[in-house]
Nanobody, 125 residues
Framework: QVQLVESGGGLVQAGDSLRLSCAASGRTLSWYYVGWFRQAPGKERDIVAG????????YYANSVKGRFTISRDNTKNTVYLQMNSLKPEDTGVYYC??????????????????WGQGTQVTVSS
């Protein structure tokens, strides 16, 4: 079992930056792929970024490429999402998630087993 806690959300203006953190306990994150997801009001939860266990490979949704950066510090058992040039359409609840299986890149949201409680990001225009 792994517990994930997101932090760093808030209310910002368009163009501002935020850094989200996903801290894990109960299991080392260093063996696991970690994804950041966003759920906008009235929409499904979609992945925005992901990072492999060693940090060598990353994934970004087209909507955030060039603006968001995912990184990890395995010594702190924490994954980060640096969000720059925020837009109103980035508004939503952001979740981090981890699959049950180590050293596995999930094919979709259905393959993530552990989720944090989410942190709200609101970007005003």
């Amino acid at each position: 079992q792994v517990q994930l806690v997101e932090s760093g959300g808030g209310l910002v203006q368009a163009g501002d930056s935020l850094r989200l953190s996903c801290a894990a306990s109960g299991r080392t994150l260093s063996w696991y792929y970690v994804g950041w997801f966003r759920q906008a009001p009235g929409k499904e939860r979609d992945i925005v970024a992901g990072i492999t266990w060693g940090g060598g490979n990353t994934y970004y949704a087209n909507s955030v490429k060039g603006r968001f950066t995912i990184s990890r510090d395995n010594t702190k058992n924490t994954v980060y999402l640096q969000m720059n040039s925020l837009k109103p359409e980035d508004t939503g609840v952001y979740y981090c998630a981890v699959p049950r299986t180590s050293f596995k890149v999930p094919l979709g949201g259905f393959e993530y087993d552990y989720w944090g409680q989410g942190t709200q990001v609101t970007v005003s225009s």
